[in-house]
């Protein structure tokens, strides 16, 4: 099903008919088929909304670059639209900074969040990144520079090209220059003052092993949200979730139901 919300179309599935409402919400660079396996577990004793973010999927592209207000605010929208609230919500990585917007901007919304890997904390800058990032910017200005020359333009674009391959993120180079200046957008915002906002009881799921947002992001959301909880899947990565699909499941399952 889709819906025309905030001037982009979203691709959304329901799914079960439980009482209760739960919101999945995938990470950055998938869609709603990696939440999947979550929503075959709990649509038996729930209702289940999978939605598509703009930009990935089956949904259409943001209107203009969008950082996390906006899609909160499509997602609010959404919701609002398909009267599903107040619903509980289980959120992956990128997920999870569009989950904490609206916890804590909109409390009324959300019953029980559970966070997995969720990205929204800025990394901790090592003495080697501030120098990578230092030659980038040096390098990204001489190309700047090159390309007010018009013989030099194209020579210009091309070094800009490998710069972007060589200093860029997996994801950031997987994507067109239109979704980069969203997904900038996206990642420079900082959300670590908002976490003591966030009214929900929260279940925070982390693999010890996560090299995309590493455990100590999960300690600190724990120590911020004010009724938050953390369970560790040892060995688990950034998608600890899918590794060990049954345990993460289990213990959604058992949180939502409010099950000791």
Same mark, same amino acid.
């Given at each position: 099903?889709k819906?025309?919300?905030?001037g982009?179309e979203?691709?959304?599935?329901?799914?079960?008919?439980?009482? +209760? $409402?739960v919101?999945?919400?995938?990470?950055?660079?998938?869609?709603?088929?990696?939440m999947?396996p979550?929503?075959d577990?709990?649509?038996?004793e729930?209702?289940?909304?999978?939605?598509d973010?703009?930009g990935?999927?089956? +949904?259409?592209?943001?209107?203009e670059?969008?950082g996390?207000?906006?899609?909160?605010?499509c997602?609010?929208?959404?919701?609002?639209k398909?009267?599903?609230?107040?619903c /509980?919500?289980?959120?992956?990585?990128?997920g999870? $900074?569009?989950?904490?917007?609206?916890?804590?901007?909109? *409390?009324?919304?959300f019953g029980k969040?559970v966070?997995?890997?969720?990205?929204g904390?800025?990394?901790k800058?090592?003495?080697? +990144?501030?120098k $990578?990032?230092?030659r980038?910017q040096?390098l990204?200005k001489?190309?700047e520079?090159?390309?007010?020359v018009?013989?030099?333009?194209?020579?210009?674009e091309?070094?800009e090209?490998k710069l972007r391959?060589?200093f860029g993120?997996?994801?950031?180079?997987?994507?067109?220059?239109?979704?980069?200046?969203?997904?900038?957008?996206?990642?420079?915002?900082?959300?670590? /003052?908002?976490?003591?906002?966030?009214?929900?009881?929260?279940?925070?799921?982390w693999? /010890?092993s996560?090299?995309?947002?590493?455990?100590?992001?999960a300690?600190?959301?724990?120590k911020?949200i *004010?009724?938050a909880?953390?369970?560790?899947l040892e060995?688990g +990565?950034h998608?600890?979730?899918l590794?060990q699909?049954q345990?993460?499941?289990?213990?959604v399952?058992?949180f939502?139901k409010?099950?000791?």
């Amino acid at each position: 099903m889709k819906e025309i919300i905030n001037g982009t179309e979203i691709h959304y599935r329901t799914a079960g008919n439980g009482g +209760s $409402r739960v919101l999945l919400l995938h990470g950055w660079g998938c869609d709603m088929k990696l939440m999947q396996p979550v929503a075959d577990a709990l649509e038996k004793e729930h209702q289940i909304l999978l939605v598509d973010f703009p930009g990935h999927g089956e +949904s259409g592209r943001p209107p203009e670059p969008w950082g996390v207000p906006e899609y909160a605010g499509c997602i609010t929208a959404l919701l609002d639209k398909l009267e599903y609230t107040p619903c /509980d919500v289980v959120a992956h990585s990128f997920g999870c $900074r569009v989950a904490a917007w609206i916890g804590a901007h909109h *409390p009324d919304m959300f019953g029980k969040m559970v966070f997995t890997g969720a990205a929204g904390i800025r990394p901790k800058q090592t003495e080697e +990144s501030r120098k $990578r990032s230092a030659r980038y910017q040096k390098l990204r200005k001489y190309c700047e520079i090159l390309k007010r020359v018009p013989l030099s333009r194209s020579m210009a674009e091309r070094m800009e090209d490998k710069l972007r391959k060589r200093f860029g993120s997996r994801d950031y180079n997987a994507l067109d220059p239109e979704m980069r200046k969203t997904f900038v957008k996206v990642i420079n915002q900082d959300l670590t /003052d908002l976490y003591k906002d966030i009214q929900a009881s929260t279940l925070l799921i982390w693999g /010890d092993s996560d090299s995309e947002t590493p455990l100590w992001m999960a300690k600190e959301m724990e120590k911020r949200i *004010p009724d938050a909880g953390l369970v560790i899947l040892e060995g688990g +990565s950034h998608f600890a979730y899918l590794e060990q699909i049954q345990r993460f499941n289990t213990i959604v399952s058992h949180f939502l139901k409010g099950d000791e």
